[in-house]
């Protein structure tokens, strides 16, 4: 059954938006890789057993295990969408979580400012007071979705 709406809504997702959209983006859990490809050179996309797969219009189909896929995304055709805003924004620091550990690119040193973690439902997790831009270790909490606050900048991470 999963497999079968996950089919379902990837051809809805092409069908209905194939003329708004430019690329498939898929992310992985690692947080590392990511795999970006042009919706021209899209056969079809398929879930096949465990797999994504992602047949191109010319060459050998890309098989990508479920279990590996963080996130997919078909990303607008326009230069003012969210993409283009979030790699061109110079709003604060960049907030990146690799491997339970979350670090701050950008941060000034000297500066020193409360970091939050909060459950997507608003409770506190995590509080530390004076931070200065040091990584903080987030493996003590289970996998899911948090907000990261400093200051007035929030992110949504996924751990």
């Not at 098989?63 to 326009?78: G, K, N």
């Not at 997507?120 to 831009?133: A, E």
Request: neutral net charge; glycine residues 8%.
């Amino acid at each position: 059954m999963r497999k079968l709406l996950l089919s379902l809504f990837a051809t809805l997702a092409l069908t209905s938006m194939a003329q708004a959209q430019s690329s498939l983006y898929v992310y992985l859990n690692d947080g590392d890789d990511e795999t970006v490809v042009s919706l021209a050179d899209i056969d079809k996309i398929t879930f096949e057993g465990a797999n994504m797969v992602i047949t191109p219009k010319t060459g050998s189909p890309l098989q990508v295990p479920l279990t590996t896929i963080q996130d997919f995304r078909f990303t607008p055709q326009s230069t003012t969408g969210l993409l283009q805003m979030k790699a061109d924004a110079v709003a604060g620091p960049a907030i990146n979580v690799r491997q339970g550990i979350v670090s701050v690119d950008g941060w000034d040193s000297s500066r020193t400012a409360t970091l939050s973690v909060y459950a997507v439902g608003g409770q506190q997790l995590m509080s530390i007071p004076g931070w200065n831009g040091q990584n903080v270790d987030i493996n003590n909490l289970p996998k899911g979705v948090y907000i990261i606050k400093i200051e007035n900048q929030t992110t949504k991470i996924r751990k």
